[in-house]
């Protein structure tokens, strides 16, 4: 059964910095592209970031700069590094490999940039 658990979120000042953690069981996680998605309320999931099997990540624009995409072969885990946080970036956030297990979404982290 394949399954994504993210965590790491929480409330945090216009500025902060947050480090979410995604740990993925079920799959051949080495061999896998892995992603992150955002979904803000009434807002459609959108694509943050994007790394691949040999390291090579890709960012939406409006967070390039500012949050950066890593992984841990070994725990099986993806991790996405937030600093300057801002307002807009305030979301459900969801990892996922690529092409995405559709039937395997997770809760997600909720992240709240707010003064």
């Known amino acids: 059964q394949v399954q994504f658990v993210e965590s790491g979120g929480g409330l945090v000042q216009p500025g902060g910095s947050l480090r979410l953690s995604c740990a993925a069981s079920?799959?051949?996680?080495?061999?896998?592209?892995m992603r992150w998605y955002r979904q803000a309320p009434g807002k459609q999931r959108e694509l943050v970031a994007t790394i691949t099997s040999g390291g090579s990540s890709n960012y939406a624009d409006s967070v390039k700069g500012r949050f950066t995409i890593s992984r841990d072969n070994a725990k099986n885990t993806v991790y996405l590094q937030m600093n300057s946080l801002e307002p807009e970036d305030t979301a459900v956030y969801y990892c996922?490999?690529?092409?995405?297990?559709?039937?395997?979404w997770g809760q997600g982290t909720q992240v709240t940039v707010s003064s």
């Open positions: 079920g799959i051949i996680f080495s061999s896998y592209t």
């Open positions: 996922n490999a690529h092409p995405p297990f559709q039937y395997s």
